[in-house]
T-cell receptor, first 111, second 114 residues
Framework: DQQVKQNSPSLSVQEGRISILNCDYTNSMFDYFLWYKKYPAEGPTFLISISSIKDKNEDGRFTVFLNKSAKHLSLHIVPSQPGDSAVYFCAARPGGNDMRFGAGTRLTVKP | DGGITQSPKYLFRKEGQNVTLSCEQNLNHDAMYWYRQDPGQGLRLIYYSQIVNDFQKGDIAEGYSVSREKKESFPLTVTSAQKNPTAFYLC?????????????FGSGTQLSVL
């Protein structure tokens, strides 16, 4: 039962262009959402988060958008850089200590 | 230098053998977690602990056991009852009962079956 879904296993973009990574969730109790970045053979590192009371949060080149009615969030990276190439995980919390993760999207940024 | 340390980085298990994965943190976090990553499936929660001497099962606890005798340590034992143990195991920690906080992850242990 995947409550957090990332339907695109991979994405390839040109350096300098925008990368858009998408995430859908099914549990309406989720009220805090996070994006993590992961390199091979390493643990995920926190990238950006958003609370359900907001619909947008921005941090430098990274912006997360939340559409609660559609149960959808997205991560925008502008401009994309080769160093952004990694696997990106979407995560959600329904309160408490239970965090659910999507399957990840592998982003490749080509020079 | 604060962080989470997982060891070993690679581990091999023989048939019918129990193996233990180590996780240590010096972030003074009360809550610790174990996740399993399989290709194409994201991270699935095995066990978590909000405080010393207490832990709860996650979604896929069968075949695993944990202990939390010290705040800094949360070892995971993969028992012989776990029939498909090959995966990448990630330990994480974070503040308890504060859902607006991120988790911090270790660098992972790759477990393979011989």
């Amino acid at each position: 039962d995947q409550q957090v879904k990332q339907n695109s296993p991979s994405l390839s973009v040109q350096e300098g262009r925008i990368s858009i990574l998408n995430c859908d969730y099914t549990n309406s109790m989720f009220d805090y959402f996070l994006w993590y970045k992961k390199y091979p053979a390493e643990g995920p590192t926190f990238l950006i988060s958003i609370s359900s009371i907001k619909d947008k949060n921005e941090d430098g080149r990274f912006t997360v958008f939340l559409n609660k009615s559609a149960k959808h969030l997205s991560l925008h990276i502008v401009p994309s850089q080769p160093g952004d190439s990694a696997v990106y995980f979407c995560a959600a919390r329904p309160g408490g200590n239970d965090m659910r993760f999507g399957a990840g999207t592998r982003l490749t940024v080509k020079p | 230098d604060g962080g989470i340390t997982q060891s070993p980085k690679y581990l091999f298990r023989k048939e019918g053998q129990n193996v233990t994965l180590s996780c240590e943190q010096n972030l003074n976090h009360d809550a610790m977690y174990w996740y399993r990553q399989d290709p194409g499936q994201g991270l699935r929660l095995i066990y978590y602990s909000q405080i010393v001497n207490d832990f709860q099962k996650g979604d896929i606890a069968e075949g695993y056991s944990v202990s939390r005798e010290k705040k800094e340590s949360f070892p995971l034992t993969v028992t012989s009852a776990q029939k498909n143990p090959t995966a990448f195991y990630l330990c994480a920690s974070g503040p308890p009962d504060n859902y607006n906080e991120k988790l911090f992850f270790g660098s992972g242990t790759q477990l393979s079956v011989l």
